[in-house]
């Protein structure tokens, strides 16, 4: 089974940036990659996924216009390009990949590989 491995989070000022990094032990060109996160006491919220065919993305709307998630399938590496933070954004950040057809790239159900988590903060 594919293992996934985030990086990139860190504590940063509001309006700061910081790219986080999912690594795949094996390729995913057949999958979808998303990205998630998590707040203590919440549930998980999709942010956003990029299809490894074609490059098509789906960003939750609090997020449309700051983060970019992008791939690099030779490197079997997803980014999340994450500008212009917020406190709100302040969570543990995961990254997921799906084999199979998804109805809702952004729902947590859809996905079955997970990896560990980077914490990323924001301050005000």
Do not use: H
């Not at 989070?9 to 990205?35: F, H, I, N, P, Y």
């Not at 789906?58 to 997803?78: L, P």
Request: charged share 15%.
């Amino acid at each position: 089974q594919v293992q996934l491995v985030e990086s990139g989070g860190g504590s940063v000022q509001a309006g700061g940036s910081l790219r986080l990094s999912c690594a795949a032990s094996e390729s995913t060109v057949s999958g979808t990659t998303g990205w998630f996160r998590q707040v203590a006491g919440k549930e998980r919220e999709g942010v956003a996924a990029i299809v490894s065919l074609g490059d098509r993305t789906t960003y939750t709307d609090s997020v449309m216009g700051r983060f970019t998630i992008s791939q690099d399938n030779a490197e079997n590496t997803v980014y999340l390009q994450m500008n212009s933070l917020k406190p709100e954004d302040t969570a543990m950040y995961y990254c997921a990949v799906s084999f199979r057809f998804l109805v809702g790239p952004l729902l947590r159900n859809e996905y079955a590989v997970w990896g560990q988590g980077t914490q990323v903060t924001v301050s005000s």
